[in-house]
Each structure stands twice: as C-alpha cells, then as structure tokens.
C-alpha cells in the first residue's frame, strides 16, 4: 500500500489537508494523526472494517480495546449512553486533554473497538491538529498510539513513518507531540474509579476533583498475563526496545555509578543529563534532568527507540522519580524493561595489595575507570605528615627532629633512621597505621554518604595497618620478581641493588596467596591484566550486590 504524507502545522491554513485527512477516516481509511501525547492510528470507530485493519496494520492482539476520541464532551453521548455523573466533573477540568475515561459503551460502538468488553475508554485530545480532523471526519474516531504492537509509542511523524510506513493510508505530520506519554487511562465505572494507565493528567489532579481513586496493581508490578485483568493493554510487554532493558533503582548518583561499575562497551545506557558524561565508552542516552518527570515523558520513548538503531547487548537506565508525572514515566520504563530491576547494592569496599612493581596502580586505575572511588594510602600518609599537627607531634616525640623549616617532613632523614633499624620502622608503622586508617573511616563513611557503589583501599601495607578489616574484599596483585624489578627500576629510577632491597624487604608470594580473597597475577600482557581486573570488579559489584531480582 502506498502511504500519503501530509503535514498540517497551522488548522487554518492546512483547512485542506485537514479536510483531506477528515474525509479520508470517515471514508474507512486509517490515518495517523498527531496528539498531545503521541501519535494515534485514527479510523472510523463505527466502521468495524476499517477498524478491524488498525488492529493488522497495528499487529496488535485483538483483546486489546481502542480508545476512542471526540472533539468535544457534547459527543460523549454518541458513545455513551448512561453517562457516569463525574465524567462532566472530570471533562469540565481536564479535557481537551490527556485524560481518557472508561464509560459503559453505547449501542452504535461496535463491540470489536472494545475488544468485546462493555465498557469503552473516550478521550477529548486538546492537540489543535487532532481535534480539527476529528471534526472535519464527523464521526467519532478510534485512535490507538500509532506504533508496531510492542514497540515505544511514537512521538514524532518519523516515528510512525518507521512503524507504519506502507501499511495505513495516510500519515498528517504535526511536529512533536507535547507530553509524550500516552493519557492517563481512568475507569469511572469502578467505585471509587481506577487509574488503569498513568499519564500526563496525574493521580493528584484527579483526587482534586472527584476525591479518592484507586491505583490498578498493574501500574507499578507486573502482572500474570493469564489472569484477566481491567485493561488488557496492561498485560503486554511495552514500550520496548529490541535490547533487553534493567532498571537500576537507587538515589539518581548512586545509580549511575553503579551502573558505570557493571556495564560493558557492548551495553547501552539511559540516564539522567546531569550523568551523561560518566558514560564516554558506552552508547548513552540521556531522558531529561532527574528533577524534571515532563521532559522525561517528554523525552522517553525517543530515546527508546534510539538504542534500535544500535546493537547494544542490554541496556540499564537510571530509576526515575515515580512521583507526579513521573509515576507515568517510570510505569512506562518499567513496562519496557518486563519490569526487570536491580537496587544499587550498599558502597563495597575493595582491599588492594601487593609488593612494588606488582601492577597494583594499575589495578586501581582500572577499577576508577569503572567507578570506583580510590583511597591510596601512600597519598594519604604525605598529605598527613603536614596536614596533621597530632601526626607530626608523635613522629617528632619519637624520631626528634626530622620537619624542615618549610614545615615538610624530611624523607630522606626519616627514611635513614627507619631502614637501619628494624624496631623504628614498627614504630614510624603504628603511628602512621593508625592515622592513616582513621582517614580511611571517615572517607568511607562519607562516600556512603554520597552514594558511591565502591571504594578502593589501595594499601602495600593493607594487613600489617589493619585496613583490610574495613574491606569486604581483598584483592593481591602479584607478578614475578623480575618483572617487579625492571618496573620499578624504571618508574623509580632505582639502581638494581635498590630494585632488589625494597623487593626483598616486602613479603613474598605465599604471604599473599594466604592473606587475600583472590590473587590475579600480571605476568603476561597489559591489556590481559586490565581485563581480568575489570572481570573482577564488575563481578564482585554485580554478585555481592543486595538485589531485588537479577
Ligand atoms: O494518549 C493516548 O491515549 C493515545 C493517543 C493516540 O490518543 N492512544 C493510546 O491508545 O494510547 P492505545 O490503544 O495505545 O492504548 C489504549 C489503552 C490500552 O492500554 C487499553 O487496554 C486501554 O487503553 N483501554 C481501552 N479501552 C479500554 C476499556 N474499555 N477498558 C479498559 N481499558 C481500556
Ligand atoms: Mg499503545
């Protein structure tokens, strides 16, 4: 079939194309119009044939019921004929607009547009180009979103192009729909009635005006699909890119990081604006600022869609805010994921050990590069040794005068007592051991603050200081001696015999193997070790992690 295009961006001076578009749906063809929500498939609801071709060109499940639009509440009585008393109430405050009801169905609607149920769901769009062509048609006009079934409805001309090009009779292009959800979905035949599908009108709105409403189960959890439910639409899987999608809920930080700590380069990415620059290797796509729920149902499906013309593996989004509009937001997110979720574990904390030259900052680099927070100890212990009156007036008690007049430490003479005397170096250990973890405590606690998924320990000395008690992990990098020699040699332009001292003053291989949770070894390639340690670090995020479900 071939498919015409008209766009219509101003009633009065596309009256033609209006008309055009009006004729053409009471003529029993199918038509998408533009809507202040999304895009609809518009035909004739009287024409059961020309409905029952919405439904192919739709591929959609015939237990599911349309909804049918009027251009105004006097033409609810050509649905209805037993008008529940707060439609008026509820029409007076929110239509036109995206509000639909569910109402007894009048006789003249077959019982084909309500998938054989007796009640029909109306709404009154406020989209000027809608409620012109649904004037000029004369009839009132079953309309479902104008996707493939399953798909994110569509929100912009190009979009159905996408869906329906070649399967419907004509397409009005009308820019980009406003709200980008689909309208909030009440049934007021229920006492008190029942918000089927949240939208754009929220839960509050309508408790202004008719009081207390009931929020269907299927709203927030998911449902068995062979159980019989009030609107079929709710049974289906959604909105939903071809990849399959994880939400990840949590405090909007803390999820993005913890998603920056498990996802691959194969993996695709919904997030928030303010993370967008977190995710550089990963194919990303941000939904709105976290704070704001209109430009997320604004912004949603668009970029649902987006990861299609990828070929990402899985996608994880950040958890919106389900209060207000978000409540639509996160049904519709929630839908397209089959309401597949995970909760951003508590901050883990990994041990990071091994002798000089081992590769262990290496390690460190990799795991920041995920996410992870790094707490290095050496750095720690320099910053003390000036920053820290009470440090410094225990060294000097204990090893006399070693501060320059700048105030810094002078290494070289502290390094000379330390190395020549065996019961100095246990000394200068505890006292710095014990400052040095007591920073650790206060950092971690407020990285847990923060909502950090992870921070690192990077320690040499991680046993000896007691800071592998902080952990919940331990991990010891190890390499050959001879490997550990020419690294350090070369990055702390040491002489071989120093090389080998410093080597052999640090303990061996067993001593690791024993103390720590898991060894990885970086004899082979660079690029080996990064992988083995971002397998381990991703791992112990993903399966350490307190889930909902995985
Ligand atoms: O914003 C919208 O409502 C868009 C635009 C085009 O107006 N239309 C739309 O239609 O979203 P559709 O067919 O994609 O979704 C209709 C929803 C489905 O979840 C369906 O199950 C429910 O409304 N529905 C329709 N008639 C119903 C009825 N009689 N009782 C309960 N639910 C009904
Ligand atoms: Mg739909």
Same mark, same amino acid.
């Given at each position: ?285 941000? $939904? ?248 381990? $670090? ?13």
């Amino acid at each position: 079939m071939k498919t015409t295009y008209l766009s219509v961006f101003d009633v009065e001076k596309d009256a033609e194309n209006i008309n055009k578009a009006g004729a053409a749906i009471a003529g029993g063809k199918i038509v998408a119009i533009p809507t202040e929500t999304v895009y609809g498939l518009a035909a004739n609801a009287l024409d059961e044939n020309a409905v029952k071709r919405v439904f192919e060109a739709k591929g959609r499940p015939q237990d599911n019921p349309m909804i049918v639009h009027i251009a105004s509440f006097s033409d609810l009585s050509l649905i209805c004929d037993d008008i529940p008393k707060i439609a008026k109430k509820l029409a007076d405050r929110f239509w036109p607009g995206p509000l639909t009801m569910v109402v007894p169905r009048g006789k003249r609607i077959p019982s084909s547009v309500c998938a054989g149920l007796d009640t029909v769901a109306v709404r009154c769009p406020s989209h000027k180009v809608a409620s012109a062509i649904i004037r000029a048609s004369k009839v009132p006009v079953a309309a479902p979103s104008a996707n493939t079934s399953g798909r994110p409805s569509p929100t912009t001309a190009s979009h159905v192009i996408a869906d329906m090009d070649g399967k419907i009779d004509m397409i009005v292009d009308g820019g980009a729909s406003d709200v980008g959800l689909e309208s909030t979905v009440l049934d007021i035949t229920a006492s008190p009635p029942r918000l089927l599908r949240p939208g754009g009108v929220t839960p509050d709105e309508i408790q202004s005006v008719v009081g207390e409403i009931t929020i269907d189960k299927a709203v927030t959890e998911k449902i068995d699909p062979r159980k019989p439910v009030r609107s079929p639409g709710m049974k289906y899987r959604h909105y939903a890119p071809r990849a399959p999608i994880t939400i990840v809920d949590g405090a909007p930080y803390k999820t993005a990081k913890y998603i920056l700590s498990v996802c691959d380069r194969s993996d695709g990415v919904l997030c928030f604006d303010e993370f967008k620059d977190m995710f550089r290797y990963t194919f990303c796509v941000s $939904y709105g600022p976290y704070g704001d729920s209109a430009k997320q149902a604004f912004c949603l499906f668009d970029a649902l869609r987006s990861f299609d013309e990828t070929d990402v593996k899985r996608i994880f989004a950040q958890a919106p805010d389900a209060s207000g509009v978000g409540l639509a937001v996160s049904n519709r997110l929630r839908k397209a994921a089959g309401f597949s979720s995970v909760t951003a574990p508590r901050m883990r904390v990994i041990g990071l050990t091994g002798r000089s030259g081992s590769g262990k900052s290496e390690a460190s680099d990799v795991m920041e590069s995920l996410g992870a927070v790094i707490l290095d100890a050496d750095r720690i212990y320099n910053e003390l040794t000036s920053s820290s009156v009470e440090m410094r007036n225990e060294l000097s008690a204990r090893f006399g005068d070693i501060y320059l007049d700048s105030g810094n430490l002078d290494r070289a003479k502290l390094a000379k007592i330390v190395f020549s005397d065996a019961s100095a170096l246990s000394d200068l250990n505890l006292i710095a051991h014990k400052y040095v973890v007591d920073v650790f405590k206060a950092r971690l606690s407020d990285l847990r603050e923060k909502g950090e998924v992870c921070a690192v320990i990077d320690a040499p000395l991680l046993f000896e200081s007691g800071a592998d008690a902080l952990c919940d992990i331990v991990l010891g990098v190890i390499s050959k001696r001879s490997l550990s020699m020419e690294r350090i040699m070369l990055r702390d332009k040491l002489s071989e015999e120093n090389a080998d001292m410093r080597i052999s003053s640090q303990p061996d291989d067993e001593f690791y193997r024993n103390a720590c949770d898991i060894i990885i070894e970086n004899n082979a390639s660079i690029s080996k070790f990064h992988d083995e340690v971002a397998s381990f $670090y991703k791992n112990f995020i993903l399966t350490r992690g307190d889930f909902a479900n995985v």
